[in-house]
């Protein structure tokens, strides 16, 4: 039996969330799995439909931890388990290495959560939480680099899988065609609007672009902080044709669009502490053969092969993003580049990223 303990599930929707139903479905080709995880609206309904054991936790975020610790460790204590997987350092940070011992356990980490400084009691905190762990499992290089930096020991990278493509249904697809219409080249990103994301300098860009491009449409879809600023920013560039804001949508809808694009277009940049660890949603866009222009400052570069897959690009560089979206749009160069991104996006399916947990064990 596998044992996963996370801080991130569906039904609630993220990367995070995407990342440990994608490593917790996989385990189960191995073994059967029990999932401990938040109570959320809906969870009984997405528990129902899962193949996975799932235990809710609920009650005052404080005591919640020390209560969902507590029901873990007495799992841990009571099943014969092959291996433990947990999502952050907080979620192991309360399991004693003496229930940890009769198992092997991984901990995984992405960048942000870990990234504080050097003797800080929150860096010594994660230092001492991971040093309980068989197994320090990075997502990117660049995350393993940042980690060795801070202190952190034997690191190993593995980047996440991807739970797609998967099919699009018809209504959806009429969905995507309604909101792209006879535009071209139509751009896409799929994101949180969040400082790091870099949508203002992909709108200013669109912008820039429309005297060669004058039927350019690019749809972002997500909801976020940054929502109102760019909905002004908008207006006051009088790109109310050609940006379009998505704030709510299906999972259907959102890969109908996805499918339906010509381009993904994340430039992340450092924004705070805040950085791309690694960047699933490129993969998920390459799944469907999309190429992606992403940042150069976080792990794009083991989910993007620049040149050949996509490009990587300065984000805070208005020229940069300029220059690089009109090398991908001349000569529709953005049609080889999709159908090398959707033969990389292979290497990530769960099957082959699941292996290499196992291997470990």
């Known amino acids: 039996m596998f044992l996963v303990a996370t801080r991130n599930f569906p039904p609630e929707v993220g990367g995070m969330q995407n990342l440990m139903e994608g490593l917790s479905n996989a385990l189960l080709n191995h073994g059967p799995v029990k999932v401990f995880a ?34 873990i460790k007495e ?13 952050h350092w907080k979620s192991i940070e309360n399991i004693e ?23 800080s009691s929150l860096n010594k905190r994660v230092l001492k939480s991971l040093s ?88 972002s879809v997500g909801d976020g902080d940054e929502g109102n600023n760019l ?36 430039p992340s940049v450092v924004y705070k502490k805040s950085v791309e660890g690694f960047g699933i949603t490129y993969i998920e866009a390459a799944s469907y053969g999309k190429p992606s222009i992403g940042g150069i400052y976080g792990g794009e570069g083991d989910a993007i092969k620049s040149g050949q897959t996509g490009y990587l690009c300065n984000g805070n560089d208005l020229n940069a993003i300029y220059d690089t979206l009109l090398k991908i749009l001349t000569n529709d160069q953005y049609l080889k580049l999709g159908a090398n991104a959707l033969e990389f996006s292979k290497e990530f399916s769960w099957a082959k990223i699941i292996k290499r947990y196992i291997n470990l064990i």
Do not use: W
């Open 38 to 71: 938040e109570n959320l609206d809906n969870a009984e309904e997405y528990d129902q439909n899962s193949k996975l054991e799932i235990e809710r936790i609920s009650g005052f975020k404080l005591f919640r931890k020390y209560r969902k610790a507590n029901r």
């Open 75 to 87: 799992f841990m204590e009571t099943n014969e388990i092959r291996a433990a997987f947990f999502d």
């Open 97 to 119: 290495t003496s229930v940890l011992k009769k198992m092997k356990s991984f901990c995984l980490i992405h960048s942000k959560e870990i990234n504080h400084p050097v003797g």
């Open 132 to 219: 309980k762990a068989d197994h320090v499992i990075a997502n990117s290089r660049f995350t393993k680099e940042l980690a060795l930096k801070l202190g952190i020991k034997d690191v190993t990278v593995i980047n996440p899988g991807c739970n797609y493509p998967i099919p699009v249904n018809d209504e959806a697809k009429e969905y995507a065609k309604n909101i792209f219409g006879k535009t071209s080249p139509k751009l896409i990103t799929i994101s949180r609007l969040d400082g790091r994301k870099s949508h203002h300098n992909v709108i200013m860009t669109v912008k820039n672009l429309l005297p060669k491009y004058p039927s350019l449409k690019y749809v």
């Open 231 to 266: 909905l002004k920013l908008r207006k006051t560039l009088g790109l109310e044709k050609n940006v379009e804001f998505i704030f709510k949508s299906t999972e259907q809808e959102k890969l109908a669009l996805l499918e339906q694009s010509d381009i993904f277009v994340m």
